[in-house]
């Protein structure tokens, strides 16, 4: 894992070689982040029941013979409440502008409503030469209520193609990426070969542990909670040592995240340290504080600290 910047490079090789940028775009818990995991085969952006998961953009690469596919995870486009909020949303809408395919992605269980109505305004508007829509969820639902979500959903935009998909049981995953490669312009590979993603190591623990606070506490705590991860150091015998914190709101929350006798805090960073060792590749030591920052989701230097800020 690196957090350099993809530097372009020209395989070699007489077949022309196809490469570009796909948005997933769509309302939160449509399974972007799902979709994204299994067209890249393995575990590489956080996921939870709750709405806004996503707060990073991340590009994961996917290679295959003759293409290289990056695709761009975005936060769920919503009605904002606070700063952060309204950060999301402008990280998610500026990936629209520079991207050469945009999937659109609409949940098989949830009635297509006004949100869905706005999102798709802003996938007609965009740019981008190839207009994707993609049915989520497919293992969820009769194959009447998707034809039905399919129907409602062309109707919002003028797409190039549908697709249904369930990403849970890979139905159609492989098509997905496969129908979007095809229609990449033909260009360089941006990202060299192992170089998963464009999110550092620190990132990605930050991501890991938060995602253990979503699946862990009750509902009032998770919107209010960020992760930094302050420092990996590599001892001589290959273990890392990594020191992060738990930004919280309230003293309240902070009580909830530590639990009676420490013993959330303890589930949390066992439950993070598989994925950190997963990711690492190595043995880890992973000491978690937690802070009270008072209404940091409306301070935009907090934001922007934390790494949720959307890129000028």
């Known amino acids: 894992m690196t957090d350099a910047s993809p530097t372009p490079s020209a395989p070699a090789g007489p077949t022309p070689f196809r490469s570009g940028f796909v948005a997933l775009v769509g309302r939160p818990s449509v399974g972007k982040s799902t979709l994204l995991n299994a067209c890249f085969k393995d575990k590489i952006a956080i996921t939870s029941p709750v709405a806004q998961t996503t707060r990073r953009r991340m590009r994961a690469t996917i290679n295959a013979e003759g293409s290289q596919l990056v695709i761009v995870d975005t936060p769920g486009l ?76 062309s109707a ?6 549908a697709l249904v998909v369930s990403s849970k049981e890979g139905f159609n995953v492989d ?9 990449l312009p033909e260009g360089p590979r941006w990202f060299p070969e192992g170089m998963d993603t464009d999110m550092s190591d620190e990132d990605l623990v930050a991501e890991f542990i938060r995602e253990k606070v979503l699946l862990n506490m009750r509902q009032e705590v998770p919107h209010s909670v960020g992760v ?7 001892a001589k015998d290959g273990h890392a ?13 902070k009580g909830m995240v530590i639990g009676g006798g420490g013993r959330m805090i303890k589930r949390i960073g066992t439950q993070a340290r598989r994925d950190v060792e997963r990711l690492l590749g190595c043995a880890c030591f992973l000491d978690i504080q ?3 920052r008072p209404a940091w989701r409306r301070d935009a230097n907090e934001i922007r600290r934390l790494g949720y800020e959307a890129d000028e």
Not at 81 to 105: I, Q, R, S, T, W
Not at 156 to 161: R, W
């Open 156 to 161: 919002l935009a003028d797409f190039d193609d």
């Open 175 to 183: 098509g997905f990426v496969s129908l979007v490669s095809a229609h």
């Open 241 to 253: 040592s990594i020191t992060a914190t738990i930004i919280v709101e309230r003293e309240g929350q």
């Open 228 to 234: 930094l991860c302050d420092d990996i150091v590599w």
């Open 78 to 153: 919503h009605k904002p409440k606070d700063a952060l909020g309204k950060e999301l949303n402008k990280v998610a809408l500026g990936e629209l502008a520079d991207v050469d395919a945009v999937a659109f992605l609409v949940d098989a269980t949830k009635p297509v409503g006004r949100g869905d109505e706005w999102v798709a305004r802003h996938v007609a508007a965009s740019h981008a030469p190839f207009k994707l829509l993609v049915v989520t969820k497919a293992d969820l639902a009769s194959s009447e209520l998707i034809t039905s979500q399919l129907a409602a959903a």
């Open 290 to 292: 937690v802070r009270v």
